[in-house]
């Protein structure tokens, strides 16, 4: 594995002097986890380029910048900053944090049912509970990757959501993640930890949102973990700064007859990594990973995604898309395994990919590993261009060059966006797409 | 599923398992400078080559063997290793000049084998070049294909006869420090094929040859040159066995051909090397290069492999598509059964203009087999036009095998058009039985099964082959029903 570098040492002092500080400090079982992943951290370093999983992504520009943990200094945003980004209708428990705070101020938390809880993980971490230590980390184990373990390590804030078996969280949560103007320079790592018990139902909504043109670091870890019958929807939205850094880590866990949908929404951001896995642990389990990546000028974008069947019957269901322009790199890769005992396993996974500049790249690859016969699974990946004949169709009937060209990419990218069950998110994201999309009429053909 | 059945189809023995006893001309086991100069004196080399040797020799002692593969085996001890075996027939001052000479036990191998190397006997249309351990014993129909220019001989015959194209050549599809295998094959190899058809001719019959490992404690690394000039067309076919032992044996070869402008190489391989037994004792451990560049426009390299023996294989035949409007193909069956590991694949790099690819591979994976697919799809910068269509399907029996699925794409043109797709699929119960229902035992229901599972591999060989790859998946398959 890797020597201890500079960046390491650096992340080790930053730990080292924030120690006593860190939410939940005070609290053994939070301290010594932190302790213990960092002690991993350590031992694990940055992905290197032999690093089959970081092959097509370099790490050396976060490497290169020692990130400062988050000060607490104001931030000077307001309500109305926000206001374009929040969605008031349907009514969502919101909270706020900026440059890697809770801000309550900003956030709203509508009733709750009994037993329900929805709190800033500072918070939780702080009063030490119980019934999150029995979940943070477990999903997300920090022994695993090193981003998972340096996230335990110094995480400052993040939610906690909890449903009892049989309750239900009427209203979608929404997470909303903000980078001031005065976050330059500094990493983030966020922890979010959503436990759905029998029966219960959660939907999430993460976004991610940076202002201002700072260069700052987020590095998010969400675990997920619904019980038998259970059912958690996420909604990630990426809209990072452009200089913008930012690894994120989904884990998810499902019991017998549970569902979970992802949808991953990258936008934005200099470098992204996602890596969205879920294991699917007993019968009958759904899930169902929807992804749309859209790259441009030098933009670097890579997704990898896991889906571990571990148990007969279950289920999964995989679209993700990438729309490459500009100097932009995608990378995909999927890869579903099939354990010995998940007979009967359905799964079906598809990337596709649209390569519209002569500098773009993009390195797709889908992975099966099966170890069981009765099972049925797929995987496709595709690489290709706009529709020639589609776009003589549209040209015919009197659309521009670039308006046949948008609408088109436009009809690519919907078939995500379609999936997107609340209508104002789904709303959004289309005008956020018709706004990436290339506005002049001198693009290249 | 029903496993007494299966269990019994999986179950043939390995046929071409036998071994002749036949004195040996060998070098000491080991690899130093000195036993490559042995190999080369005994072949009576020109300087070239010993040079291009210890050349190779040196960059293989930087490396270190690879272990990305997902395969599982123990390091290999290259200094216990006998790197040149001949038959001592072959290594006396009187050397068979013909076939009337060569020793009749080898003849009696091969015939053994089904490879009558007598002409008369021989199929009509083949011609064959039988390597036996480090040697190459007979070669047919050289005369025959010489009258229209075409070379055909075994590799050491090509160092004497026409070092000028063995010079050209030999090294830049497959460079000495392409690879750690490479690199050992290209320090000590043997012997092996050599073919160059001329400009515009299109070679009468298959050329084929018959690779026999014989000796114990000897690895084979054989290296294979097939050069298509302008316009020319060749279909070539090769062979693999060797004896039953419970040590695994080392082949490490090396694969080159080079397609000029409008020409055609079709390369179809059956490979049979001794997998081992059932608890996985033995084998050969098959770690191979094969390589072809369609350096001219208009060329086309079409690969077909059905892989049923080996204990281990890591093998990925590919295509530089250099050429503009060059076509690369490959189809693949991969079958592990027992403790049979494979990790097999292909790699097709698009750098010409209006480049296309295939590629289709089927894994059959039974008991304890482990069979991956590991490809790559590369299309440069300026490659325009590009065009790939990879399908790879698995089929498994039983749940303690596995196969796997590594496709890797890398597209940096944006008028690329790649499409990957796989599936997986079992023999279903219900078709067990409405083929019983038929008549038809379970031991030919799973072949019959399986053959149409890897049809459309096997409808790219050559006729004689494809009966010959059918009978040995319904061998190499025996008692993996369960």
Redesign the interface.
Known sequence: MAETTEPVSHYQQLYHDAESTLPGAGIDWVAERRRAAMARFAALGFPGARNEEWKYTSLRPIEKRDFALPKRAGHGLGAPDLAPYLFDEPATHRLVFVDGAFDADLSRIGQLPEGVTVQPLSTALEAGMESLAGHLGRYADPEGTPFVALNTALMSDGVFLHVPAGSTLEWPVHLLFVASEAIDGIGVHYRNVFVAGEGARITAIESFLGLGEATYWTNAVTEASAAQGAEIEVYKLQEEAPSAYHLATFEGYQGADSSVTHHNISLDGRLVRNDVNTALDAEGAYVSLNGLYLGDVRQHVDNHTRIEHLQPGCVSRELYKGILDGRSRGVFNGKVVVQPQAQQTDSDQQNRNLLLSRGAEVDPKPELEIFADDVSATHGATVGQLDEDALFFLRSRGLSQHQARNLLIFGFANEIIEAVKIEPIRARLEDRLVQRLPQSETEED | ?ASSQLEEVLNKGYEPGFYTDIEADAVPPGLNEDIIRMISEKKEEPEFMLEWRLKAYRQWKEMTEPR?ANIRHPYIDFQDIVYYSAPKSFSDEDRPESLDEVDPKLLETYEKLGIPLEEQKALAGVAVDAVFDSVSVATTYKEKLAEQGIIFCSFSEAVHECPELVEKYLGTVVPPGDNFFASLNSAVFSDGSFVYVPKGVKCPMELSTYFRINAADTGQFERTLIIADEGAQVSYLEGCTAPARSENQLHAAVVELVAEEGAEIRYSTVQNWYPGDEDGRGGIYNLVTKRGECRGNDSKISWTQVETGSAITMKYPSVVLRGDRSVGEFYSVAVTNNYQQADTGTKMTHLGRDTKSTIISKGVSARYGQNSYRGLVQ?G?NAENARNYTQCD?M?????????????????????????????A?IGEDQLFYLAQRGINPEDAVSMIVSGFCKEVFQELPMEFAVEAQNLLGVSLEGSVG
């Open positions: 599923m990305w299309v910068k698995s498994l029996m039983g749940d303690t095998c596995g196969a796997h699925t590594f496709p890797y794409i890398e597209a940096k043109n944006p008028t690329a058009q790649l499409e990957h797709e796989a599936s997986t079992k």
